[in-house]
């Protein structure tokens, strides 16, 4: 069975944290995804990467950043973490479309 | 106007009802398009894909119209497991960056 496996359910940081988001799949997947959830504004997103060590800008870069050093994993980076960045981040990977997504972090900055 | 535009509903229908979803999109040269489903504090889950010429699956029927930038979903005897929320998904061009609609939450009544 597919499987995208990020690293938190649930997470609790402060402003000012520099903050890291895990994903990993096991497809083999070139393309990897991340998402930002929001209630009234749907999926949005951040970056994605359509091989190691690419990376391209989704429409809400601004505050994150990426990395992709093996094709299995993909990681979120917040710089100095915001309180509006609270959110539920989804990780998502496939071949031609972002077939396949985790569950979900939901992620707090007090 | 939104790149991706939905009804948010909500829809809320009697078991065995016939129920329908439209889809706007803004691009034009959006290539790719999906419905996903999600569940309430799930990740999104592929339904189908959109083909030019239609396609269906059991009770589900996806339509898209180029010519008026719309794709459509209609789900056929409505069954209590069907309540959700219904994305619609657009890539960008020609590129894996995809665009996700609000959604439209759908309640099927007993």
């Known amino acids: 069975d597919v499987k995208v496996t990020q690293s938190s359910r649930y997470l609790v940081k402060r402003t ?7 994903c990993v799949q096991d497809m083999d997947h070139e393309n990897m995804f991340w998402y930002r959830q929001d209630p009234g504004l749907g999926l949005r997103l951040i970056y994605f990467s359509y091989d190691v060590k690419m990376k391209e800008k989704g429409d809400i870069p601004e505050g994150y ?4 050093e093996k094709k299995e994993r993909f990681s979120l980076i917040l710089e100095s973490a915001s ?28 | 106007r939104k790149e991706v535009e939905q009804d948010p509903g909500p829809f809320n229908v009697p078991e065995g009802a016939t129920v329908a ?28 894909s959109v083909y ?25 005897d409505s ?17 894996q960056n995809f665009v996700f609609g609000p959604g439209t939450r759908l309640s099927v009544l007993p």
């Not at chain 1, 309180?83 to 031609?96: H, K, R, V, W």
């Not at chain 2, 010429?53 to 008026?68: C, I, M, Y």
């Not at chain 2, 069954?79 to 590129?95: P, Q, R």
């Open chain 1, 16 to 22: 000012g944290e520099k903050v890291f988001l895990e």
């Open chain 1, 65 to 68: 950043s990426v990395s992709r």
């Open chain 1, 83 to 110: 309180t509006n960045q609270t959110s539920m981040y989804l990780c998502a990977s496939g071949g031609q479309e972002p077939q396949h997504f985790g569950d979900g972090t939901r992620l707090s900055i007090l």
């Open chain 2, 21 to 48: 979803f439209n889809c706007t999109y803004s691009n034009s040269a959006s290539q790719s398009f999906f419905w996903y489903r999600q569940d309430c504090r799930k990740e999104p889950k592929l339904l189908m």
């Open chain 2, 52 to 76: 030019s010429s239609g396609n269906e699956d059991g009770r589900f029927t996806a339509q898209l119209n180029r010519a008026s930038q719309y794709i459509s979903l209609l789900i056929r």
């Open chain 2, 79 to 95: 069954k209590l497991s069907d309540s959700a929320t219904y994305l619609c998904v657009v890539n960008k061009n020609y590129g």
